[in-house]
Every structure is written in structure tokens, then in C-alpha cells.
């Protein structure tokens, strides 16, 4: 069993503890293993294939849409941008203190959200928002909105 491991580790495939139910599937699908030997390179591809099978769906990146958002503390006048697929889920998050950033300086709310076909789109929205030129444009877009807001 020990040479085994090392034949895994020696070809660079055991970089995590590796299960009993994976390593079994994986002896089964090559027909190596500590009894009836085989080649490394097969243990590697045949292990790597087990991880495949128990790791989780991928997500359908297709059909979602992506939204860069600002949200504003209630109490600190602070804002925060940020993106996300899921605006509400992480506004509840922001509000619930998991993340660092605004965990001190909670309510917030959301005053601004823009959506995007693409999760690069989104994140090159965020970066420029959070440039010198982007908090400038933000700081426009914020004020005719809150004008907007005073009319009615």
C-alpha cells in the first residue's frame, strides 16, 4: 500500500488525501493498484477521472447575468462596489456581516445596479467604478438620480 502512494505522489497526482472510495474506483478503472501493479501514468489519469465524478456540477454560465452593484451604509455614509450574479443573496450577506469589508459598517442598502451579459463585462464594469474617472462618472449618475428622486 505505501509504494502505492508513492508512485502516486512521485508523478505529482496525490496533492490532497486521496478516499478509500476514490482510490478503489480508481484501481478498478485501470486494473493497477498495490496487488496488481500498473503503470503510474494510468493510476494519475484513472484517479483524476474518480475526482471528476464526485466533484459538482458546473454552473451554466449561459443564461446567467451578471450585475455590478453599489450599496451605502446607513450609518457611515460609506459606499461599496462590488459584483455578483445574485444581488439580493449578497446584499443579505453584506447586511449579515460575512464579509470583511462591510462587516463594520452595517445596514446597507443598494442604490445603484447595472447587468451584464458576461462575468468579464461585469468585472471590468466594477474595476473602472472603483478608478478615480469611475467614482466620478458614480458620483454624476448618484446625484441626477437623487434629483429625480426630490422632483416626485
Not at 501493479?37 to 466533484?55: C, I, N, Q, V
Not at 450609518?75 to 464579509?99: A, F, I, P
Amino acid at each position: 500500500m505505501a509504494n502505492y502512494f508513492f508512485e502516486i505522489k512521485h508523478w505529482g497526482v496525490a496533492k490532497r488525501p486521496v478516499s478509500t472510495r476514490r482510490r478503489a474506483e480508481a484501481d478498478k478503472a485501470t486494473g493497477s493498484g498495490p496487488v496488481t501493479g500498473g503503470s503510474a501514468p494510468e493510476a494519475r489519469f484513472a484517479l483524476a477521472k474518480a475526482r471528476r465524478a464526485h466533484s459538482p456540477p458546473a454552473r451554466n454560465h449561459k443564461n446567467t447575468m451578471y450585475s455590478i452593484y453599489v450599496i451605502k451604509s446607513i450609518n457611515y455614509q460609506n459606499r461599496y462596489v462590488g459584483s455578483t450574479d445574485n444581488v439580493e443573496k449578497r446584499l443579505e450577506e453584506h447586511n449579515s456581516g460575512k464579509c470583511r469589508y462591510t462587516k463594520g459598517r452595517s445596514p446597507w442598502v443598494l442604490i445603484y445596479k447595472e447587468d451584464f451579459n458576461s462575468r468579464s463585462e461585469a468585472m471590468k464594469r466594477e474595476k473602472f467604478l472603483k478608478s478615480g474617472q469611475g467614482r466620478k462618472l458614480l458620483d454624476e449618475k448618484l446625484k441626477d438620480i437623487e434629483e429625480i428622486k426630490n422632483k416626485n
